[in-house]
């Protein structure tokens, strides 16, 4: 069975790839989550804004992430990949996600693989659930996530400074074309 190249790379995001990956944080400064995220509240479709380069989501636009509570009380993850333009063609990659802590998930795109996991940490989200900003702890990924396709720039800004807290050097996020 041939998996898309969308599935292989979402892997590769929550860091199940080799030491090569760049990194974009500065694992010396602490990292925190938000210990009361309120997950039903968190559920529902996001638009990725911004992220750190990754090779899984290589000429990605109009990219969507979503997540829904499933019967066994995992979450399930839909990620949506639009291929050279937010029209173009489109990739899915379908994976699961169980909480480990709050705040701190671990998510699998690949189900056959038991080891294949990464971590998926929310970093900080608006009061009103409309922004969120997710990452790992060793700076591999980072994105900025939004429930409209258009973030306001001083929402953006506020998200930025939560990467820049957490030790992420900004300058190198990329904006997502939805």
Same mark, same amino acid.
């Given at each position: ?35 009361? %995220? ?6 529902? &479709? ?6 750190? @380069? ?19 009380? &995992? ?7 639009? &291929?050279?333009? @937010? ?61 409209? @396709?258009? %973030?306001? @720039?001083?929402?953006?800004? &506020? ?20």
């Amino acid at each position: 069975m041939r998996l898309p190249s969308f599935v292989l790379v979402a892997a590769a995001a929550l860091g199940l790839t080799a030491p090569a990956e760049a990194r974009y944080r500065d694992t010396s400064q602490p990292i925190g989550v938000v210990v009361s %995220l309120d997950l039903a509240r968190y559920l529902g &479709k996001w638009y990725e804004i911004a992220r750190f @380069p990754n090779r899984f989501e290589r000429g990605c636009e109009g990219v969507t992430a979503e997540y829904a509570m499933r019967t066994d009380g &995992k979450i399930s993850v839909v990620n949506t990949c639009h &291929k050279g333009s @937010p029209d173009g063609p489109v990739e899915v990659a379908e994976g699961v996600a169980s909480v480990v802590a709050p705040g701190k998930l671990e998510v699998s795109f690949v189900p056959w693989l038991p080891f294949a996991k990464g971590d998926y940490w929310v970093l900080y989200v608006d009061p009103a659930y409309s922004v969120a900003v997710v990452g790992n702890p060793k700076g591999r990924t980072g994105w900025i996530l939004a429930r409209d @396709p258009a %973030l306001a @720039p001083a929402k953006y800004d &506020k998200a930025v400074s939560v990467l820049q807290t957490m030790g992420y050097d900004t300058s190198q996020l990329q904006m997502v074309a939805q």
